[in-house]
């Protein structure tokens, strides 16, 4: 059987690397209204039109909040993230913030890029270096927000250095619960922890939860010459309340990744330009696994970190048809389904489905050959939201 041909539009650049893996009924397109796949990393699609074509959305990184998520969704696109593709990157960044806001670096370097190249430098430095004296972190408290994929790498290289970590996270998952050192102690609450931290690192990702989490109620909770550090998402951090408590000094430092025009006003900051995933090493990764999930979906209907539709698994597509369903999240749905395929004659071989918020998946595998007919039934039933049919790796819907 001829493999139909999937076409990927790049709505940006991404590693070369992740390109390589598509496999052979895969080709590029310069038309984002006839592809399948949308390929992004920063492209602002919030208030873009969507093709009727257009199945998947891949980001390339761990952020989504350039993608109309439940627009998407409505309209049966699966948009994915890499989730841990940029983690390493992002956590060693996290771990030079702590030094650059310990010691004077930034200070001396600039300093020394002021003073004329001649005999005199040397022992000019030797007078200067005391005015840039800090602070060793070895021994000192780090508070880790956040024990996800950046998270947990945070509070283990933490330990790796001699600090005493304390982490919070009420959403940890068993994966990262098991990477993470036993040396770190993980609290309950968040509140009684901040008050001896000299460094609180924010690792979280932004949602209606975490926006302003940290307000003026929570900065004034944190101890006196504590340092923030914020590698997650500005909008955590409520930037009036940081303002004030950086003139007053309630707190002593503050160090980001993302730059403003108000953060960068604030004394005692250190403001980097975006940097925690700008490694080749972190690029290859998420291209790589953007491409891999987007590619599995398409060839077989698993969903692997899906932002707007669960989770779902059946393996390779290796029985005659596999029926993709994606529907509303509510009750008869699904019963609805398979009577069809019952009137239809069809035996469902294998199924699974799974629900997340008002979405929701299922896979059906069956023994003969489902014609587009019968999936064209199925998408005119109330509360569907897409319908495919994979005949291997060939989809005829």
């Known amino acids: 059987m001829s493999m139909k041909a999937r076409k990927y ?79 390493n990157a992002v956590a060693e960044l996290v771990v030079a913030g702590m030094l650059l806001a310990s010691r004077g670096i930034i200070e001396g370097i600039n300093w020394l890029r002021t ?13 200067q270096k005391k005015i840039y004296s800090g602070h060793e972190i ?63 690192s924010l690792n979280l990702p932004l949602n209606d939860k975490t926006k302003g989490l940290f307000d003026e109620v929570m900065i004034s909770r944190m101890k006196p010459g504590a340092v923030l550090l914020n590698f997650a998402r500005d909008l955590i951090v409520d930037e009036e309340a940081l303002g004030k408590a950086l003139q007053s000094g309630a707190i002593r430092g503050y160090v980001t990744d993302f730059a403003n025009e108000k953060v960068m006003n604030f004394p005692n900051t250190i403001v980097l330009p975006h940097l925690g995933a700008a490694t080749e090493e972190s690029e ?15 060839n077989n209907g698993n969903i692997t970190n899906s932002v707007n539709f669960p989770a779902i698994n059946l393996g390779k597509a290796v029985f005659p048809t596999r029926v993709m369903v994606l529907h509303n999240n509510v009750p008869g749905i699904l019963s609805k389904v398979t009577t069809l395929f019952g009137e239809a004659h069809v035996n469902i071989e294998q199924m699974v489905s799974a629900s997340r918020g008002d979405f929701a998946c299922a896979l059906f595998d069956t023994s003969v050959m489902v014609q587009r007919e ?17 005949h291997s790796a060939e989809e005829t819907v």
């Open 9 to 87: 539009a790049l709505l940006n650049d991404i590693s070369p690397l992740g390109i390589q893996e598509f496999g052979e009924n895969f080709e590029l397109t310069k038309d984002v209204n006839e592809a399948d796949l949308w390929l992004v990393r920063s492209a602002e699609l919030k208030d873009a039109e969507l093709p009727d074509r257009l199945r998947v959305i891949a980001r390339a990184g761990a952020g989504v909040n350039n993608i109309p998520l439940v627009r998407c969704a409505q309209k049966g696109i699966v948009v994915f993230n890499t989730p841990g593709g940029n983690a």
């Open 115 to 127: 003073q004329p190249a001649d005999e005199k430098l040397q022992q000019a430095a030797e007078k």
């Open 138 to 200: 070895r021994g000192k408290r780090l508070v880790v927000v956040g024990l996800g994929a950046v998270g947990h790498l945070v509070a283990n290289a933490a330990v790796a250095l001699g600090m005493e970590v304390t982490g919070y996270d009420p959403m940890m998952s068993i994966e990262y619960a098991l990477k993470l050192s036993r040396s770190v102690h993980v609290a309950k609450q968040l509140n009684g922890i901040l008050a001896d931290a000299d460094f609180v």
């Open 284 to 298: 290859d990764n998420c291209a790589v696994m953007a491409v891999l999930e987007a590619q599995d979906y398409l």
């Open 374 to 390: 019968f999936a064209m039934q199925l998408s005119t039933m109330p509360g569907i939201l897409k319908v495919r049919v994979i």
